[in-house]
């Protein structure tokens, strides 16, 4: 009998992962067939191939029977004797063929996030909540009390309550402007983050909180903005999350790759919230976010992914001539091995030690 938990990532990794999948195999696509290059099948879903749909331009259409995003094979993909192949193309086509996969994943995130802010979105309201102040600290002598939210450090706006204490740790011995919210009043107090403390205490001697939480709707040019921002935020999110593990405001755990698996389970406590909610903006936020990483991740310049290739392609540019097609397959092939076991590693860790969303 399959659980509810599990009957969630399932759907989820159909769901959330085949579709995006789906637009990244359609990017090369569409790349291959703007260059000229020959594109022998495109596939929805993984073979076995259960149809040939149709035939156009020297590309077979294919449904395939595992229903899990889809495929694109070029012709002459590591052979640059085969006339009209991908490895035969130039190298702005190869170029372009080889971003233009990860590049859809940023568009069709970038659509997700405009939907999903359009529609409505759970945000942490502005500001950090004070639940205590400990006596004989910085924090007492500065005239914070509990309950107190403050609302800027030095005029810059708190947008999440981490962001208060990465400001702090980061302006250690020099005064700071607090803007704080008091019941019906605001005003500013002025605090010195010491450069020793107790342990558990902190800089100034306060625990916060998050205010509560708000559902948000954009227009569609605020959409756009704000998507954009967030964009931003997933990269700056590396920084802090390892800044949040030192401050011990989030468990290490968080920050592990996942496999496939993990993304499902993931997955399927976002659809679980969706459906709880009866609101869509957990599922699109999960889904946005994992397009982009599977668009950074394909873009590292690893062998075997998209990011390894192009590198092969820029260092033929640097070099003026093409390295061996036999040796770099050579080399692809043993990083496809090496993330193949990396990834087993990853989907044992999502089973005996599964992620949940906090």
Not at 274 to 289: F, G, R, T
């Amino acid at each position: 009998m399959i659980s509810m938990n599990t009957g969630l990532a399932i759907a989820a990794f159909f769901v959330v992962l085949g579709p995006l999948i789906f637009f990244h195999e359609l990017g090369h696509f569409l790349a291959a067939r703007w260059g000229g290059v020959t594109v022998e099948e495109f596939g929805i879903g993984l073979p076995p191939r259960a149809i040939t749909l149709f035939e156009q331009g020297g590309t077979k259409f294919t449904l395939n029977w595992l229903p899990l995003g889809g495929f694109n094979r070029p012709a002459g993909e590591n052979d640059p004797s085969v006339q009209g192949g991908l490895a035969a193309a130039s190298k702005r086509v190869r170029f372009a063929v080889l971003a233009a996969g990860p590049g859809a994943n940023i568009i069709v995130a970038f659509i997700l996030l405009m939907i999903m802010f359009m529609t409505g979105t759970q945000e942490i309201m502005p500001g950090a909540r004070i639940v205590k102040v400990e006596p004989d600290t910085p924090a007492e002598s500065a005239g914070l009390e509990d309950g107190d939210i403050i609302l800027q450090t030095d005029g810059r706006k708190i947008r999440q309550y981490p962001d208060l204490s990465s400001y702090i740790t980061s302006h250690i011995g020099q005064p700071i402007t607090l803007t704080v919210e008091r019941g019906s009043s605001i005003f500013e107090l002025e605090i010195t983050p010491r450069t020793t403390w107790p342990e558990n205490q902190g800089p100034t001697g306060i625990v916060v909180e998050p205010v509560g939480l708000e559902i948000k709707r954009y227009g569609f040019f605020e959409a756009v903005r704000r998507s954009g921002e967030e964009f931003v935020n997933f990269f700056l999110m590396i920084p802090r999350a390892i800044n949040w593990v030192r401050e011990g405001l989030i468990s290490p755990r968080l920050l592990r790759p996942v496999s496939v698996v993990g993304i499902s389970q993931i997955g399927g406590q976002a659809l679980d919230s969706s459906i709880d909610q009866h609101a869509a903006w957990p599922i699109l936020e999960l889904a946005a976010n994992i397009s982009i990483a599977l668009a950074f991740t394909n873009l590292l310049p690893l062998p075997a992914v998209d990011g390894g290739r192009i590198a092969f392609v820029l260092f033929e540019g640097i070099r003026g001539r093409r390295v061996d097609p036999q040796r770099e397959t050579i080399v692809h092939f043993i990083g496809f091995a090496v993330l193949l076991v990396a990834m087993l590693v990853l989907v044992y860790l999502d089973i005996v030690d599964p992620l949940i969303l906090p």
